[in-house]
């Protein structure tokens, strides 16, 4: 079974501070797409960072990075810098290689303190 | 501008009722899902077409039905044989190939009393 885990159901962060959601993921498959959605309160689902499993760098947009552990099957979010409006709901997804569903994980609410 | 149209934004519907959720897109691409959200369940998959006419069960398709007469069109009803029909409801679109992510709708909040 394709399972992904996000064990963080809520998590906070001081404006300008780091923080890091975890997710974990479960798959046989060894080629594979990994990628990190944030939902605001607008409930617009809005892509912020993929990473390809064969590659070993980890993925970086902007202030948003990933640590992708692939023999862990863990791919980690870090938001650096953060600000108000990234507080959102944040999900881990990944796609296989040899097809076309997208599994997800239940998902972290991020909530940042001024 | 490319994107995906889903309409109406809220739907109120009676116990009993079919109701039609529409979904549109203008990016070109193969694949078109249904997802469903409920509070502290993340996404779950309703159907899914990867082309036009063909369309596959996802996790919860029971009680909902789609077609795919159009490549760009994708609408899903929600039958009287839904038990829990109230859900906000995400369509989503991306390109065949694997590396290709999802991109979303604005969603379809449905309450039915």
């Known amino acids: 079974a394709q399972t992904v885990t996000q064990s963080q159901p809520e998590m906070s962060v001081q404006e300008a501070e780091t923080v890091t959601l975890s997710c974990t993921y479960d798959?046989?498959?060894?080629?594979?797409?990994l990628f990190w959605y944030k939902q605001p309160p607008s409930r617009q689902m809005i892509l912020v960072i993929r990473?390809?499993?064969?590659?070993?760098q980890n993925a970086t947009e902007n202030r948003f990075s990933v640590n992708f552990q692939k023999a862990a099957k863990s791919f980690s979010l870090k938001i650096s810098d953060s600000q108000l409006g990234d507080a959102a709901m944040y999900f881990c997804?990944?796609?296989?290689?040899?097809?076309?569903?997208?599994?997800f994980g239940t998902g972290t609410s991020l909530t940042v303190i001024p | 501008d490319g994107g995906i149209t889903q309409s109406p934004k809220y739907l109120f519907r009676k116990e009993g009722q079919n109701v039609t959720l529409s979904c549109e897109q203008n990016?070109?691409?193969?694949?078109m899902y249904w997802y469903r959200q409920d509070p502290g369940q993340g996404l779950r998959l309703i159907y899914y077409?990867?082309?036009?006419?063909?369309?596959q069960k996802g996790d919860i398709a029971e009680g909902y039905s789609v077609s795919r007469e159009k490549k760009e069109s994708f609408p899903l009803t929600v039958t009287s044989a839904q038990k829990n029909p109230t859900a906000f409801y995400l369509c989503?679109?991306?390109?065949?190939?694997?590396?290709?992510?999802?991109?979303f709708g604005n969603g379809t909040r449905l309450t039915v009393t």
């Open positions: 989503a679109s991306s390109m065949w190939d694997s590396n290709s992510p999802l991109h």
């Open positions: 798959t046989s498959e060894s080629d594979y797409y």
């Open positions: 990473q390809e499993a064969y590659k070993q």
């Open positions: 997804a990944y796609r296989l290689d040899t097809g076309n569903q997208f599994y």
């Open positions: 990016l070109n691409h193969d694949a």
């Open positions: 077409s990867q082309i036009v006419n063909d369309f």
